[in-house]
């Protein structure tokens, strides 16, 4: 099995990532789903387009890029305010809980490029992170798993 699984496997069986099940996430999927398909896109691209990437951070990055413990449909939270917040708030939440290297740092921390037009992409990994992350948003938004 390669690396991606195995880690992406452990992280699924996670308590503090289990927690993001509770949540929903673009209308049909919850956050913990979400994350997961954001994994496995970002996977699929980096086989497809033939790159050498880091998979454990890969896996670990996609999977905590949206690592944050609050309903974004709560009439608290602005939508403009969580777009341009919730990666550093999901960067705060995974780095009390896990030892991460600056790769997953950047994954989680740049995962909403380019509305955080300051928080580049600094790796292949947070790159594809990035772009697998909108192509799942939209996906979901519009009721496909």
């Known amino acids: 099995m390669d690396e991606f699984f195995v880690v992406l496997n452990d992280l699924q069986n996670d308590d503090h990532v289990t927690k993001l099940k ?22 699929k691209i980096s086989k497809k387009l033939r790159l050498k990437i880091d998979e454990s951070a ?3 990055g996609a999977m905590l890029h949206d690592f ?3 309903d ?7 939508a403009y305010k969580h777009g341009i917040k ?7 939440n995974a780095a009390m ?8 740092r950047n994954i989680i921390y740049s ?10 992409p600094k790796s292949k990994e947070a790159a594809l992170v990035c ?4 192509y799942c948003a939209v996906k979901e938004f519009f009721g496909k798993k």
Do not use: G
């Open 97 to 104: 809980l896990y030892s991460l290297s600056p790769v997953e």
């Open 22 to 43: 509770r949540f929903r996430q673009h209308r049909v999927t919850t956050r913990f789903d979400h994350s997961r398909n954001v994994a496995i896109c970002s996977y």
């Open 68 to 70: 944050f413990m609050y």
């Open 131 to 134: 772009v697998a992350d909108k």
């Open 58 to 60: 890969l896996a670990r």
């Open 111 to 120: 995962h909403m490029w380019p509305l955080n037009i300051t928080h580049l």
């Open 72 to 78: 974004t449909r709560s009439k608290e939270v602005n």
């Open 86 to 92: 919730h990666a550093e708030i999901a960067l705060e």
